[in-house]
């Protein structure tokens, strides 16, 4: 069992930088691969970021690549996603998750994810 919390969220205007984090709770965090993915309002839940057990192997949407970065501390149990350079169309829930032994080419993909935090609110001002 692993619960998330996710912290971080808040308002911020467009072209502004915030860091999100996601404190894990449970045994073996660094046995998990983690996500986060994010529902703006009106839409279905998409893919953000991923990043790899303990490797460091890491993956993004097309739509925050070179503006995001997702890392992860195994000593404190806690996946961060740093988000500069942030747009209206960043508004959203965003939500961390955590997946047991995900194929690569799988890391997309929602059902991939066994757990999932509560959601941060995350909202860009124009």
């Known amino acids: 069992q692993v619960q998330l919390v996710e912290s971080g969220g808040g308002l911020v205007q467009a072209g502004g930088s915030l860091s999100l984090s996601c404190a894990a709770s449970g045994r073996a965090f660094s046995s998990y691969d983690m996500a986060w993915f994010r529902r703006a309002p009106g839409k279905e839940r998409e893919f953000v970021a991923y990043?790899?057990?303990?490797?460091?192997?890491?993956t993004y949407a097309d739509s925050v690549k070179g503006r995001s970065t997702i890392s992860r501390d195994n000593t404190k149990n806690t996946v961060y996603l740093q988000m500069n350079s942030l747009k209206p169309e960043d508004t959203a829930v965003y939500y961390c998750a955590a997946g047991t032994n995900v194929a690569y080419g799988r890391v997309r993909s929602e059902y991939e994810y066994v757990y999932w935090g509560q959601g941060t609110q995350v909202t860009v001002s124009s």
């Open positions: 990043i790899r057990r303990n490797f460091g192997i890491t």
